[in-house]
């Protein structure tokens, strides 16, 4: 695996949630600052890590139509939520799981005639965050027993955010990265072998409100947070 692209200055405050330093160099810089050396004591570590995602159909349902993430000054999780299931990992070597989300154009978008169409230039960029998973760091044979979720990961639009919840811009579409990296200390990140998945299918817009009804009918018929809600006529659901 090669090194994060990353600069030591960045993870002054290593904070799990807010890696805010860390997150921009790392978005900022497809290539490593200098080569990377595996130490000595890694010399024995023998991985190949490979991810699957989670309920893999169920993104594609969503992904057909063009999937919608609600944001809000509050802060909301993710649905479908991101699950994967890793393997190929050295059961003894130690690995941070993170994941980001990056912007996948520079495009804001509008849904008309129950479609989505580019509206013009995106907004400004929200300051970038990386979310590492909070039983990070583990032994790859941790990891490889569970599925690791990131269900806890919450999407916001308040630039002021201090919960290190993710910042996105409302009608821009987004896309999450799956990152592990071979280390068992968040300073050593910049340093340490590491290895990025995408999943197409997780490519989404972010909202404010539902703009596509057949996502909102996908998010009524799977999400079982969602099924306090019952159509009242004119295309509006209200809660009970």
Not at 33 to 60: A, N, T
Not at 126 to 132: D, E, G, Q, S, T
Not at 161 to 186: A, C, E, W
């Amino acid at each position: 695996m090669p090194s994060l692209p990353i600069h030591p200055a960045g993870l002054s405050q290593p904070k799990f949630s807010q890696l805010n330093g860390f997150a921009s160099d790392f978005l900022s810089h497809p290539q490593p600052f200098r080569p990377y050396k595996v130490p000595e004591s890694d010399d024995d570590v023998k991985d190949d890590p490979k991810v699957e995602l989670e309920s893999k159909d169920l993104w594609d349902s969503f992904h057909k139509f063009g999937t919608e993430m609600v944001i809000t000054k509050s802060g909301r999780r993710m649905f479908p939520p991101f699950k994967v299931k890793v393997s190929g990992l050295d059961k003894k070597a130690k690995y941070i799981l993170l994941m980001d989300i990056i912007a996948v154009d520079d495009c804001r978008y509008k849904f008309h005639n129950s479609k989505w169409m580019v509206a013009g230039k995106a907004d400004p960029e929200m300051p970038k965050r990386m979310y590492i998973h909070p039983d990070s760091p583990s032994t790859g044979e941790q990891w490889m027993q569970k599925i690791v979720s990131f269900h806890k990961l919450k999407l916001t639009n308040n630039i002021s955010d201090k919960h290190g919840f993710t910042i996105l811009n409302s009608m821009h579409k987004y896309q999450p990265r799956f990152h592990l990296v071979r280390t068992d200390d968040v300073l050593k990140l910049p340093y340490s072998p590491f290895k990025s998945f995408i999943f197409k299918e997780m490519e989404f817009i972010a909202v404010t409100a539902y703009q596509n009804e057949k996502i909102t009918q996908l998010k009524i018929d799977n999400n079982p947070f969602a099924k306090g809600f019952r159509d009242t006529g004119g295309g509006k659901r209200e809660k009970k």
